[in-house]
T-cell receptor
């Protein structure tokens, strides 16, 4: 089944403790992206990647890092999480037409 | 900067009604437009994708239209069912490249009651 898989689905962490949210797609898509969703603000793009080793900032990149060492994987890294990064995170991939989204990761930073 | 607006913000209807959800965007230079469904706390499920050269797309009880020149799209749901209750999101992809950024509307929360 064609899908984007994110892990973990739920995560509660403390301020400053580094964490990684993994994202993997099995559709051989070149384009991958991370979004966060917040009440009243909707979905906003954090980072995106056009291909292996090619990444760029989206609208809200502060406090996040990404890497794209393999085509299928696009992890989101929070080096020093803060409470304002509490959000619902989505990974997405695309072949150039429509986007396929993962099931989301609900992150709480206390 | 592209802005996407969805009206209404919320809609409550009895089962069986036909309904229309509206999406408008400020920059008509889009590559395509995609409608998604999101259940509470869950991921986004793609419903329909309309390329900028197309006028409409249909899937089952769903029909989406696109008027790029006026910056509008509508999602028509026929014979609504309680299982259609969800948030519906409209997203436009920036023009000029097949890998443009998606800009989302705030969504329409739909409740279909029996």
């Amino acid at each position: 089944e064609a899908q984007v898989t994110q892990n973990p689905r739920y995560l509660i962490t403390v301020t400053g403790k580094k964490l990684t949210v993994t994202c993997s797609q099995n559709m051989n898509h070149e384009y991958m992206s991370w979004y966060r969703q917040d009440p009243g603000l909707g979905l906003r793009q954090i980072y995106y990647s056009m291909n292996v080793e090619v990444t760029d900032k989206g609208d809200v990149p502060e406090g996040y890092k990404v890497s794209r060492k393999e085509k299928r994987n696009f992890p989101l890294i929070l080096e020093s999480p803060s409470p304002n990064q509490t959000s619902l995170y989505f990974c997405a991939s695309s072949s150039g037409d429509g986007y396929t989204f993962g099931s989301g990761t609900r992150l709480t930073v206390v | 900067k592209q802005e996407v607006t969805q009206i209404p913000a919320a809609l409550s209807v009895p089962e069986g009604e036909n309904l229309v959800l509206n999406c408008s965007f400020t920059d008509s230079a889009i590559y395509n437009l995609q409608w998604f469904r999101q259940d509470p706390g869950k991921g986004l499920t793609s419903l329909l994708l309309i390329q900028s050269s197309q006028r409409e797309q249909t899937s089952g009880r769903l029909n989406a239209s696109l008027d790029k020149s006026s910056g509008r799209s509508t999602l028509y749901i026929a014979a609504s069912q309680p299982g259609d209750s969800a948030t519906y999101l409209c997203a436009v992809k920036a023009g000029g490249t097949s890998y443009g950024k998606l800009t989302f509307g705030q969504g329409t929360i739909l409740t279909v009651h029996p």
